[in-house]
T-cell receptor, first 114, second 114 residues
Framework: RKEVEQDPGPFNVPEGATVAFNCTYS??????FFWYRQDCRKEPKLLMS???SGNEDGRFTAQLNRASQYISLLIRDSKLSDSATYLC???????????????FGKGTTLSVSS | GAGVSQSPSNKVTEKGKDVELRCDPI?????LYWYRQSLGQGLEFLIY????????KSGLPSDRFSAERTGGSVSTLTIQRTQQEDSAVYLC????????????FGPGTRLTVT
């Protein structure tokens, strides 16, 4: 089983739509969770961290379910500029060292059309 | 301020040759990471450096791969006797001690082994 699994999509939605992405992770030792965004042929950029209590940043809402090892991202009122690949990312703590590797899912592609 | 820079941006090499890829992290960032992204694949962790600690090399795919970080700043990833399966985009990222989990990525080096 892959460490981080996502539905690759693509998700094709009209402007203004609400879209949700899901992700599961296999390692229960994972401590930190993120969504990164990657535009075509560009480097990934942090979109938002994901906290156990759920968190919101404008039109974006992220949720974490540790019991189910499940992470979600909800985008409301989609914009053309939201078109990108969304990467689900978990961070694996190794021993007691700070600074850890990121484990990336393959990403979910979103295309927003007018 | 300046972001993470990488050089070269593109590298074409013949199978069996050695290559060196360079990364300049954001000034003051103590953690530096190397990842690679193959066509249609997710980002794959290779190695990371954190301050003066021994690097975590657990992601390196073979002993043909090595990396150094001199003076706690610039890093070089070396691939010896390149193979066609080494073709990928090699991405470097750095993060600060105050937020090790927010990694800033460079634009990557696209390596093609012919």
């Amino acid at each position: 089983r892959k460490e981080v699994e996502q539905d690759p999509g693509p998700f094709n939605v009209p402007e203004g739509a609400t879209v949700a992405f899901n992700c599961t992770y296999s390692n229960s030792a994972s401590q930190s969770f993120f969504w990164y965004r990657q535009d075509c042929r560009k480097e990934p950029k942090l979109l938002m961290s994901v906290y156990s209590s759920g968190n919101e940043d404008g039109r974006f809402t992220a949720q974490l379910n540790r019991a189910s090892q499940y992470i979600s991202l909800l985008i409301r009122d989609s914009k053309l500029s939201d078109s990108a690949t969304y990467l689900c990312v978990v961070n694996l703590q190794r021993d007691n060292q700070a600074g850890t590797a990121l484990i990336f899912g393959k990403g979910t592609t979103l295309s927003v059309s007018s | 301020g300046a972001g993470v820079s990488q050089s070269p941006s593109n590298k074409v090499t013949e199978k069996g040759k050695d290559v060196e890829l360079r990364c300049d992290p954001i000034s003051g960032h103590t953690a530096l990471y190397w990842y690679r992204q193959s066509l249609g694949q997710g980002l794959e962790f290779l190695i990371y450096f954190q301050g003066n600690s021994a690097p975590d090399k657990s992601g390196l795919p073979s002993d043909r791969f090595s990396a150094e970080r001199t003076g706690g700043s610039v890093s070089t990833l070396t691939i010896q006797r390149t193979q066609q399966e080494d073709s990928a985009v090699y991405l470097c990222a750095s993060s600060s001690i105050s937020n090790l989990y927010e990694q800033y990525f460079g634009p990557g080096t696209r390596l093609t082994v012919t």
